[in-house]
């Protein structure tokens, strides 16, 4: 089955490249696949060990490959010059040019904290969480708290995926003061559309880091990042208890496709009716980065 999205500047559907289809088909799809999966792929030390090869100079030289088969637009990056990345995590966390992800300045409007695929829910079950259609999980179980889960009855919920072609530092959505981070141990599952058709409650399972923001125009937000196959590390750079500025950088992924899951309280923002209406027909949108999806109510 192919994997499609909604091009917010077209309104066009494209068809998504996806790094290691095969290898991912295999692997959820068929039951020597899944069997490795279980035994040895989904265990932290798989992808530690393939995080640390990433950070060996030798990785370079599968750098160029990697931006020619997803085609990536070096002209946004920091350095356009390959020679300045010293190992492939290096690349894949780079920067981006300042002017290559404005920030969106319009009053009481909420940016996606990151360059990706977004699925966006208003008025939510916090018992029924969508995963996928036909996939569903509770929010305390994402979140080990069973009262704080319950203040989020009829709320928001955002999904941001990223593919490996994307920019992978996070931001914060609005301007706030944020606590400092919990970490909760996992599994190292995919969060690919792949894999989340497969097999109910990845986000609970997988390995996430989970941050209580409180912004300055939609009061108190759960910012969750969520960690993948071959995703050995999540780096979170901001300071926690300072004041931030909308934009900021919160931190990044190390290789591999993640998500950013974002919860706000029932009747704190809209979300921008375009991604309403595509997430209602099944299709992500893809944004970038300081892009307004939402507005405060």
Known sequence: MEIYYIDRKTGEKKRETVAGDKYLRWMYETKTGTNL?????????????????????????????FIKN?????????????????????????????NSRPICQEKDSFISPGDGR??????????????????????????????????????????????????????????????????ITGAYYSVNPIALRKRTGIYCENKREITIFQSKNFEEIVMIEVGATCVGTIIQTYQPGKTVKKGEEKGYFKFGGSTVILFLKKNRIKIDEDIINNTNQGFETKVKMGEKIGVKI
């Open 118 to 183: 977004i699925f966006a829910y208003e008025n939510i079950n916090v018992e029924k969480i969508l995963q996928v259609k036909g996939q569903q999980y509770p929010l305390w179980k994402l979140i080990e708290d069973r009262g704080l889960a319950e203040e989020y009855a009829g709320g928001t919920c955002i999904v941001v995926r990223l593919n490996p072609a994307d920019y992978h530092r996070f931001h914060f959505p609005d301007d706030g003061i944020p606590d400092s981070s919990i970490k």
């Open 70 to 98: 997803l085609e990536i637009d070096m002209t946004e990056a920091e350095y356009e010059d390959l020679k300045h990345y010293k190992n492939f995590n290096d690349f894949f966390t780079r920067r981006l040019k300042k």
């Open 37 to 65: 999966l279980e035994a040895i792929i989904k265990r932290k030390l798989f992808s530690t060990i393939y995080g640390k090869i990433q950070d060996l100079s030798l990785s370079r030289r599968k750098i160029s490959d």
